[in-house]
């Protein structure tokens, strides 16, 4: 069959026909191989996000075994050891395994249906993302499970982390693990900032674009630009411990403090890639309950890039007790208070958005509203570590643990559990419990802030963090035992919220297509949608094309009922970058068994690598290289070579 | 009634087209975070050579006798694959085959001479902070070099295959770009530990 290069789409309307069309060229098969083999974004969204859960779950039983060992004085539950291993767990789980993850599960699942597209742009790429992030995860856990988790915090700092002070397997299960995690992570960002270019609805204009693409786009690029940082410096670390290299070792003229200006070179804007997202859900989830536009969009969509920008030039806020010289330190010190100022624009949109709507009070209302709160108690507290002077006084006390607890917990998983009570009824055609809800929200609200708030004080009473126990001399106990209530009634808060996710999956309310009346284009198919997503590819004409006809802003309407049928292949359109003109119809690959075998052989690779294995290195490398000569090997179907000739 | 937008788009192409596709751009990120990793190696020397003390410098003086000619090398090869890809574009396959031969020949080259020049070091990995790193960072290129072999060893074999057109050979030109990747990064890697020693930096 010859293959047309240039082709007009078909415009008309969606028909049983169609659809059954569409149903086939896109459905995954059913059972394991489905299962091994789907490219589907939402079913990998959906993995994403339930997995992402199981680890914040585990990360919290790791809090709670500390909160007991921390209730009193003097208590030998853990052994230090132990706690060393138990609190730098709890962190890499956390933040790595977690936090980012569940954004990526979310922005995975919504991103094509905000956008009006079909998929993802690479589809494949996105499969392998999840998988990676399930096989790395597993691998860091195999460390912890066999007694080699790793031992000296997330951060990881030398020379604690070198072989001489830490012989065990356990750094080099977490420098190899995180390398392996940093792929996915990369793989998933390129695919969002191409996506975010190139796969939109026509009209979709980059200034009508959801604030969470806007959030996962800025996030994404700084993915791609500072994630390599930390990927070196643990394979820099890992070098150094089982092959005699001096990156970090002084006596070889190595310099310690290389690795954490590595380390925060990627961790500080890391921290804003997991609470950007985040806010995002927020600026678009609180506007629908308000029953109004967000105020000042543009404002938003600007500061959220101003702030990852500034966030490049803000890391050595972290390294002010390193004894750098004077004039760097008030650089950076400028920089983390002039931050402030982009993010305090947000926080002002939202209220605004709430003063000036008519709130509807719902449990997602209740989680998006709080965190405005929680954003400006962990960011006022950040404020002042960004002094110089106020950080010499409180870092590596618990004040700073207090802090990062009101960014992370309040930025990120707040907005996280709202956006589940928004958007669950789009995943699952059922309506979360809001009687239940309530007590999940209140649970949650009060357990955290019992938990944290008083912590702040323990911090400036002095209180060292990373240590196994105090004495009952130091006055701390009493804050310490409020602090181990608040966090077992903040547990029993996210366990209602599983439970409520578990009940309603059965009996939970049906939902229609937009049970919120909300306003973007997710709310347009049915609940869950369909494997193709949109019947016929939308029109975009404004930034709510559902609310146009109450907004009343003149100018043409979206058309969504009537459309592209693209129905001759698994297609999907492509946009131009800023005004999003079609100009090509994408060829859309099918399922694929590459992502998880190239997994797979990545996965062999780096058990080889950590037990100095070179044939099972070999092997892996073998595996993970055919995957890929699969993966590239040119298809007429996708158009990437001539069908074959004669 | 107001009127809806409704985009009807006429004679879009179907697929990529030349190289402009979804993975060309998808090739645009793999080498902005690549560059950033070489950054980060680079800054990893700067950085301790710049707070280590005098002496920090195993070769005050680097050897440019291997590291020149090959460096010269490397960046013909850049022009030689721009040439390869022109055969695609111009539909003459004999070239095309010719250059991308000519190309991996050269990379291959390129490596084998490397392999020289780390084995006329008189130090080792492992013997001080800037033999690490001269050591890392050489061997991180290198195997990006040896990646951008295989490539061309399958541009080479597909285009043998007779896989492309200029219209259908989005693959060939992002793979021609990683090359020109590959050798524009070791010109960031040469002049920082072969050049900068001889304008005083770490001595």
């Given at each position: 069959m010859r293959q047309l290069d240039l082709r007009t789409p078909l415009v008309g309307i969606d028909s049983v026909d169609h659809e059954a069309r569409l149903l086939r060229l896109w459905e995954t098969s059913p059972g394991l191989k489905g299962f091994l083999t789907s490219v589907d974004h939402k079913q990998i969204g959906i993995r994403y996000i339930i997995t992402a859960f199981i680890f914040l779950a585990l990360g919290g039983i790791e809090a709670l075994v500390m909160r007991l060992q921390l209730a009193g004085p003097n208590l030998s539950l853990l052994t230090p050891a132990q706690y060393n291993q138990l609190f730098s767990t709890h962190g890499m789980t956390m933040i790595f395994l977690y936090a980012a993850p569940v954004l990526s599960g979310f922005s995975n699942y919504l991103w094509p249906l905000l956008l009006g597209s079909r998929d993802m742009a690479f589809p494949r790429l996105n499969a392998l993302g999840y998988w990676i992030y399930l096989a790395s995860g597993l691998f860091l856990y195999a460390g912890f499970l066999t007694g080699n988790g790793p031992n000296d915090g997330w951060f990881n700092y030398v020379p604690y982390?070198?072989?001489?002070?830490?012989?065990?397997?356990?750094?080099?299960?977490?420098?190899?693990?995180?390398?392996?995690?940093?792929?996915?992570?990369?793989?998933?960002?390129?695919?969002?900032?191409?996506?975010?270019?190139?796969?939109?609805?026509?009209?979709?204009?980059?200034?009508?674009?959801?604030?969470?693409?806007?959030?996962?786009?800025?996030?994404?690029?700084?993915?791609?630009?500072?994630?390599?940082?930390?990927?070196?410096?643990?394979?820099?670390?890992?070098?150094?411990?089982?092959?005699?290299?001096?990156f970090f070792n002084p006596a070889g003229g190595g310099q310690p403090l290389l690795w954490q200006h590595l380390f925060w070179i990627f961790g500080h804007p890391w921290v804003y890639a997991i609470v950007l997202p985040a806010m995002g859900m927020v600026s678009d989830g609180l506007p629908v309950f308000c029953r109004r536009p967000l105020v000042g969009y543009s404002l938003v969509a600007l500061s959220t890039v101003a702030t990852m920008i500034l966030g490049f030039g803000v890391w050595v806020h972290h390294m002010f007790a390193t004894g750098l010289p004077g004039l760097g330190l008030s650089l950076f010190s400028g920089a983390s208070i002039v931050i402030t100022l982009p993010s305090a624009v947000a926080v002002f949109a939202w209220l605004a958005t709430i003063r000036l709507g008519r709130p509807v009070i719902t449990t997602a209302f209740l989680f998006f509203s709080s965190m405005i709160l929680l954003f400006v108690i962990g960011g006022v507290s950040g404020f002042m570590t960004a002094s110089v002077p106020v950080d010499w006084q409180l870092t590596d006390t618990y004040f700073v643990v207090a802090h990062l607890h009101y960014v992370l917990i309040g930025i990120n998983l707040f907005p996280v559990v709202g956006a589940t009570y928004f958007w669950f009824p789009k995943m699952t055609g059922r309506m979360l419990n809001e009687r239940l809800g309530r007590w999940n929200f209140w649970t949650m609200f009060l357990g955290f802030n019992l938990a944290f708030l008083p912590m702040h004080l323990t911090g400036l009473l002095g209180m060292p963090r990373r240590v196994y126990t105090y004495n009952d001399y130091a006055g701390w106990h009493a804050l310490n035992l409020i602090t181990s209530i608040g966090a077992f009634v903040l547990a029993i808060g996210v366990l209602l919220f599983f439970v409520n996710v578990l009940k309603s999956l059965r009996a939970g309310a049906v939902a229609g297509k937009n049970p919120w009346d909300a306003p973007t284009l997710e709310w347009a198919v049915s609940s869950p949608p369909p494997p193709y997503n949109f019947a016929v590819i939308p029109t975009v004409a404004s930034r709510h094309p559902l609310w146009e006809e109450h907004l009343d802003q003149g100018g043409a309407t979206s058309s969504i009922d009537r459309g592209m049928l693209l129905d001759e292949g698994k297609e999907t359109i492509a946009t131009s970058g800023l005004d999003a003109v079609p100009d090509m119809v994408l060829e859309m690959p099918e399922d694929s068994f590459a992502p998880v075998l190239l997994t797979l052989g990545l996965a062999v690779l780096f058990v080889g690598l950590l037990l100095k294995a070179w044939l099972t290195v070999g092997i892996g490398g073998a595996i993970a290289a055919l995957a890929m000569l699969a993966w590239f090997w040119p298809r007429s179907e996708l158009r990437e070579r001539e069908p074959a000739r004669g | 009634?107001?009127?809806?937008?409704?985009?009807?788009?006429?004679?879009?192409?179907?697929?990529?087209?030349?190289?402009?596709?979804?993975?060309?751009?998808?090739?645009?990120?793999?080498?902005?975070?690549?560059?950033?990793?070489?950054?980060?190696?680079?800054?990893?020397?700067?950085?301790?050579?710049?707070?280590?003390?005098?002496?920090?410098?195993?070769?005050?003086?680097?050897?440019?006798?291997?590291?020149?000619?090959?460096?010269?090398?490397?960046?013909?090869?850049?022009?030689?694959?721009?040439?390869?890809?022109?055969?695609?574009?111009?539909?003459?396959?004999?070239?095309?085959?010719?250059?991308?031969?000519?190309v991996f020949l050269m990379g291959a080259a390129f490596v084998a001479i490397q392999w020289l020049e780390w084995r006329s070091k008189t130090y080792s990995l492992g013997t001080s902070s800037y033999a690490s790193l001269y050591f890392v960072t050489t061997g991180f290129h290198i195997a990006h070099v040896i990646v951008g072999l295989v490539i061309l060893l399958a541009l080479f074999s597909w285009t043998a295959l007779d896989f492309f057109s200029p219209r259908r050979r989005i693959v060939v030109s992002a793979g021609v770009l990683y090359w020109h990747f590959v050798d524009i990064v070791w010109l960031m890697v040469f002049s920082t530990y072969y050049l900068t020693p001889y304008l005083g930096f770490g001595r």
């Open positions: 982390a070198s072989r001489d002070y830490n012989p065990g397997l356990n750094e080099d299960f977490y420098a190899l693990g995180m390398v392996f995690l940093g792929i996915s992570t990369t793989v998933g960002a390129a695919n969002f900032v191409v996506t975010a270019f190139r796969t939109r609805a026509p009209g979709m204009s980059i200034n009508r674009l959801p604030i969470l693409v806007w959030g996962t786009l800025t996030a994404s690029v700084a993915n791609l630009i500072v994630v390599p940082a930390v990927s070196l410096a643990f394979f820099l670390l890992w070098m150094d411990r089982q092959f005699g290299t001096q | 009634m107001v009127e809806a937008a409704l985009s009807k788009p006429e004679n879009l192409p179907v697929g990529p087209t030349g190289r402009d596709g979804v993975g060309w751009w998808g090739v645009g990120t793999l080498i902005v975070t690549e560059a950033a990793l070489f950054g980060y190696l680079l800054f990893a020397y700067y950085y301790t050579g710049a707070t280590a003390p005098a002496g920090w410098l195993l070769e005050t003086a680097p050897r440019l006798k291997l590291a020149l000619p090959n460096t010269i090398l490397l960046l013909l090869s850049s022009l030689v694959a721009w040439w390869a890809e022109q055969g695609i574009l111009r539909r003459r396959r004999p070239q095309a085959l010719l250059g991308f031969g000519m």
